[in-house]
């Protein structure tokens, strides 16, 4: 079984700024994914950045990075130069390979709000 | 290429009544879950199908909810006698195989309200 552990409900952050957003996880699969999903205010489901076990490398996607430390099961998304638009719920998720077809562990959200 | 699709976006029901949520995957996708959000919480999976099949269903109710892929046409998630605790965000997502490493699309969600 996979748990995935989100202990900031809110961040702020000023525009222009960094951010880093905590996630760290559980899990007993040798092989996993971990991903990082955004939710604005409209709802939809925006998939923003994946980082795979295996990788050696952190995950980055433009303005996202994942600083993924694997002794420490965490697996924080770094939003660097902050725009208003970035202000929404942030969900971390996992799902383990070698479990069979496991679906999508998420954690309960980091609500980021971008301040002017 | 067109996102995967989720209709109706808003559906209000009375307690009792039914409500059939549809999905249509990413093209080339095969495989759907359906995941269930309640309000400020994170997504919690309920089911997970292939073309005709239903592959994992460990995190539906036992009653009153069933889902469906059929050969054509979108997934069907089906709340029968609906109360009001069922009132939440319902989201498909699809992917093109089931790989760990494969990323699931979200559509945009379905929000229902049981008044």
């Known amino acids: 079984a996979q748990k995935i552990t989100q202990t900031q409900p809110g961040m702020f952050v000023q525009e222009k700024e960094a951010v880093t957003l905590d996630c760290t996880y559980d899990t007993s699969d040798p092989s996993y994914g971990l991903f990082w999903y955004k939710q604005p205010s409209s709802g939809e489901m925006i998939f923003l950045i994946y980082q795979g076990s295996y990788d050696q490398q952190n995950a980055t996607e433009g303005r996202y990075s994942l600083n993924f430390q694997k002794a420490r099961k965490s697996a924080n998304l770094v939003i660097s130069a902050s725009q208003l638009g970035d202000s929404a719920m942030y969900f971390c998720?996992?799902?383990?390979?070698?479990?069979?077809?496991?679906?999508?562990?998420f954690g309960k959200g980091t609500r980021l709000s971008v301040i002017a | 290429n067109a996102g995967v699709m989720q209709n109706p976006r808003h559906l209000v029901r009375r307690r009792g009544q039914e409500a059939r949520l549809r999905c249509s995957p990413m093209?080339?996708?095969?495989?759907v879950y359906w995941y269930r959000q309640l309000p400020e919480e994170g997504l919690k999976f309920m089911v997970y199908l292939q073309k005709e099949n239903i592959i994992d269903e460990s995190g539906m109710p036992k009653e009153r909810f069933s889902a469906e892929f059929p050969k054509e046409g979108p997934s069907i998630l089906r709340i029968q006698q609906v109360v009001r605790g069922d009132s939440a965000a319902y989201f498909c997502a699809s992917s093109p195989r089931t790989l760990g490493r494969d990323t699931q699309y979200f559509g945009p969600g379905t929000r229902l309200t049981v008044l």
């Open positions: 998720a996992m799902r383990g390979w070698n479990s069979g077809n496991t679906p999508l562990v």
């Open positions: 093209k080339g996708h095969s495989h």
